[in-house]
């Protein structure tokens, strides 16, 4: 756990405020979005938290996720409904934690941040990694076939998991 987490300060009279980020927002922000969501109605717990997601590159504005990743999440009973939307600096502000896909989303998060305290916002998806998980980053499955879909919705259902879990309990304290 990176000391952004150790560290983090979230109030508990507000939702916890969640914005995952990756290149084109059609495949891993706006699963990661979905199955968080999904995460937090089966946990009854959808008045404590706000999910988004967005792209730090603007080819794909206005559009729904892949069709691909839309129907393996499909299959696993999450529906993707998001439209694609690129990062803006009041996002630095808005969200409490920015979570970026790969070590390129990091980068580029922490250079657009408007000011040293929306660059500290910025963590990377594996901090909620398993032990047991085998990448230290979630690959982008967009040039990929089948098994690069559900792999990332692996991982993502794992760390989705584990990141309600430890936000949760910091909220709670």
């Not at 109605?41 to 404590?48: C, K, L, M, V």
Request: aromatic fraction near 8%.
């Amino acid at each position: 756990m990176t000391d952004f987490l150790r560290n983090i300060m979230l109030d508990p009279t507000r939702p916890i405020r969640v914005l995952f980020v990756c290149l084109g927002n059609i495949c891993r922000s706006p699963a990661a979005e979905g199955i968080l969501r999904d995460v937090v109605e089966r946990n009854s717990a959808s008045a404590f938290w706000e999910i988004d997601s967005a792209g730090t590159g603007h080819w794909h504005i206005g559009q729904l996720p892949d069709p691909r990743m839309r129907s393996h999440a499909r299959r696993r009973g999450i529906e993707l409904t998001h439209i694609c939307r690129v990062i803006t600096t009041d996002d630095y502000d808005r969200f409490d934690i920015i979570i970026g896909m790969d070590r390129t989303n990091i980068s580029e998060l922490r250079r657009l941040a408007p000011s040293i305290e929306g660059a500290r916002k910025v963590v990377e998806m594996r901090e909620f990694f398993s032990p047991s998980a085998t990448y230290d980053y979630v690959p982008d499955p967009y040039y990929e076939g089948h098994e690069g879909f559900e792999l990332v919705l692996d991982l993502l259902e794992d760390a989705c998991q584990n990141m309600y879990d430890t936000l949760t309990k910091i909220h709670q304290q």
